[in-house]
């Protein structure tokens, strides 16, 4: 079987750890910790990082250290964590019939407003490095008919926290503009509420940290 890059490779290097431990038992015996090998799901997607959220739950044993095996390969440490928050954008109108009910305020459009509102107020290259991405659009259940609700997925990453959230606030007033925009010249009102459905702080481990030397030496 073939394992490449993210949770496969660390997958192997996981079980390559167990496996050492197991039969070397000896190299941990006088260990100033004791390893604890954890296989973590829930860290993708809009997991939200409920795996590792749960080990670092208040008022629990926490780990002294972590060691994280992910990634394509062993060519390089990782060392800095991307931050990213995510938002769901959901608009909500009366709906109706494409004909009979023309004029009415229309959600996906609202929510297309808001898309074009957003990208056109980010900052330019210039700071820190950011990404935006709208990966997820839905709403409508007909060609005919003005739909009663439509949504947006949206991703905002960056290395730098205070980025994330300049973003974060750009996004909410493009959200509040593209429905005021809609409801101007709309016969029924559309509104919109934005919810955050993840958050993963950005980071960055010291240089001279007794783990990274040792991931080095390694």
Known sequence: MLFRSDNGAGLVALLAMARAWQEFPALFENAPLSPLLVANV?????????????LCRPNSARPKSFLILDGPGADFITCKA???????????????HSWNDHGAGNPIHAVARMITEF???????AGPRFSYNFGLL?????????PVE???KVDLRSEDPAMIDRLAVLLQSAVERAVEAENASASSRVRATVKEIGSRPA???AQGTPILESVRAV
């Open 42 to 54: 829930g860290e993708e997607g809009e997991g939200n990082l409920s795996g590792m959220r749960f």
């Open 82 to 96: 991307l931050g990213s928050r995510r938002y769901e954008i959901v608009i909500t109108g009366q709906g109706g």
């Open 119 to 125: 990208t056109g107020a980010v900052p330019g290259d």
């Open 138 to 146: 839905q709403g409508g259940t007909s060609i005919n008919s003005i």
């Open 150 to 152: 439509a949504r947006a």
């Open 203 to 205: 980071g960055e481990l």
